[in-house]
């Protein structure tokens, strides 16, 4: 299994607790780990749900490790792949992975591995492992479990199907009596029932873990002019890692080149690029410091990189669960992480439009548009916005959060019903036919080419909206584009049309509260708290920069990012506990035998050398 232990003939030989210390180096399972490891080692199969950074893996890997015979790992990407067994090779355990990025040499060399019963995990992407020839091997390695990690690709429910996942429901009969669980960190009530009947889970018991990232500090602004706004919230992020999506290929590459001319170092990535590139430019977002990956969401699926401290959006997903997913890339390690995006009409126009042209049936698109309502919503709430966000997803946050927009820095409302009784009545004497461009332009009383040629000059409301600025009234539009009281009519060209739900707004029925869009600050930082706690006293500075050092030269030797090495927390913890001896190394978190015998010594020389420079010092 590991350097030190082979694996047991009997279940009483380890124990799950004995393995995470022994060779992950905790001390301690997290919330439900070790219900959900004891769940699946008695046979059973799981569904479990855990965020971001939770420690799913563990869930799967420590079972693979205690039950005789091979887990089975069904992962999406070469790339999760690569990384998963990267690490696990840091910790002694026997594992390998079966892709495309193999030649036939290498790949017949695992297969052999496999067979001789020389590995303890095995990472397949769904496609390979489906093939008969595939299954027929597997069924001589006497399989003991099966993981299928990245559920939710499974349900078109979700907000990431593959196609490929679909047959993976097969796996119950060609190995029965084998565990099978399935796993996530995203997916609504629906998405879990189409996970498991689709994969034909056996009365799985349901794990579902917290969705609160209480570290993440989450912020949406209005759109005016997104490369700036970005450049104003990265002031604050100079110096670390972090991510900026995109909606389409042109605007990651025009945005990484932006940033590069500004100094940052940044790098694009998308499905258009060459798997070189791709592979080269995730290498260095791994193993650099200060690498911004500017992507759209074909990059971020499996990213362990732990100290990820802000992802960006200069674009709207497609969902919340979308969302959520791209978002929880940041913060792993715990500490303090932003989630920023700014969002516009425009964005609704588009999101809207990809649905409506989309190819799905009836009631795909009445989902997705639902989905769609879902994620404006929380965009423009006025209370707390983790507590929505959570409650999405079916959980309650007893009080407000205090790190987030709406907590740190309250909008004001205004009650903007004679404003929107303007706005709806100008949509409807202009014939419904026009889009919020057209439409600001008689309300400011603008006697445009376009204006004029149609006559709207003539109009009633032609200047009623005078006193407001082109910015205010587009925030009116959106907001009442989310409030469902106006809609876009995509065959029409993006026209705004009165919906049933305006009627009553026009009829001076009901009131409607609107949001102010705050003004732009120098930052838009809302963080609360200090920066990340991987920070020393003054006087252990250099000795943390000589552990960073070390690491980051065992990291490159070995190929590996450097938090596969150790993570920041790791070397706090040899900073604060001051090991002197190997043995004393063990009692550091994420410190287990087989870290402990590759490189322990290393480390203690560092550590050594610095206390014998104080006592030098202190002398003096």
Known sequence: ?????????????????????????????????????????????????????????????????????????????????????????????????????????????????????????????????????????????????????????????????????????????????????????????????????????????????????????????????????????????????????????????????????????????????????????????????????????????????????????????????????ETGRAGRDGEPADAWMVYGLQDVVRLSRMVEQSDAGVEHKRVERSKLDRLLGWCEVTSCRRRHLLEYFGETLPEDCGNCDICLRPPVTWDGTETAQKALSCVYRTGQRFGAGHVIDVLRGQSRDKVLRFGHQRLSTFGVGADLTDAQWRSVIRQLVVGRYLRVDHDGFGALQLTEASRALLRGEETLLLREDPAQTKTARVRRGKRPKATVEIEDEALLDALRALRKQIADDAGVPPYVVFHDATLLGLIERRPGSLGDMLEVSGIGQSKLQKYGQRFLDVLDGFDRAQVIKDAR
């Not at 999760?80 to 696990?88: S, Y």
């Not at 892709?99 to 001789?116: C, G, I, K, P, T």
């Not at 971020?300 to 960006?312: L, S």
């Open 1 to 325: 299994m590991h350097e030190s232990t082979s694996k047991p003939g009997a279940p009483t030989e380890l124990s799950a607790l004995s393995i995470l210390r022994d060779v992950y180096g905790y001390g301690e399972f997290r919330r439900d780990q070790a219900d959900i490891i004891d769940h699946v080692c008695a046979g059973n199969d799981a569904l479990v749900l855990m965020p971001t950074g939770g420690g799913k893996s563990l869930c799967y890997q420590i079972p693979s490790l205690l039950r005789p015979g091979l887990g089975v790992v069904v992962s999406p990407l070469i790339a999760l792949m690569r990384d998963q067994v990267r690490a696990l090779e840091q910790l002694g355990v026997r594992a390998a992975f079966l892709n495309s990025s193999l030649s036939r040499v290498e790949q017949d060399a695992v297969v052999a591995r496999a067979e001789r019963g020389d590995l303890d995990l095995l990472y397949i992407a769904p496609e390979r492992l489906m093939q008969a020839d595939t299954l027929g091997m597997l069924r001589g390695c006497g399989v003991c479990l099966i993981a299928i990690d990245e559920a939710h690709c499974v349900s078109s429910w979700g907000h990431d199907f593959r196609q490929d996942y679909l047959e993976l429901h097969r796996l119950g009969a060609a190995f029965p009596g084998v565990p099978r669980m399935a796993l996530t960190a995203t997916a609504d009530a629906r998405t879990r029932a189409d996970i498991v009947a689709r994969l034909d889970l056996a009365e799985p018991a349901e794990f579902i873990g917290g969705f609160d990232r209480p570290n993440i500090c989450y912020a949406v602004q209005p759109k005016t002019d997104a490369k700036t706004q970005l450049l104003r919230f990265l002031a604050d992020h100079e110096g670390e890692s972090g991510i900026v999506y995109c909606l389409s290929r042109k605007s990651v590459e025009s945005t990484a080149e932006w940033l590069h001319g500004r100094g940052f170092d940044a790098l694009p990535y998308h499905a258009g690029l060459d798997a070189q590139t791709r592979m080269h430019h995730q290498e260095r977002f791994l193993r650099d410091d200060a690498v911004v990956m500017v992507a759209t969401i074909a990059f971020g699926m499996g990213i362990d990189k732990p100290d990820v401290r802000f992802v960006a959006h200069l674009d709207l997903p497609k969902s919340t669960e979308a969302y959520y997913q």
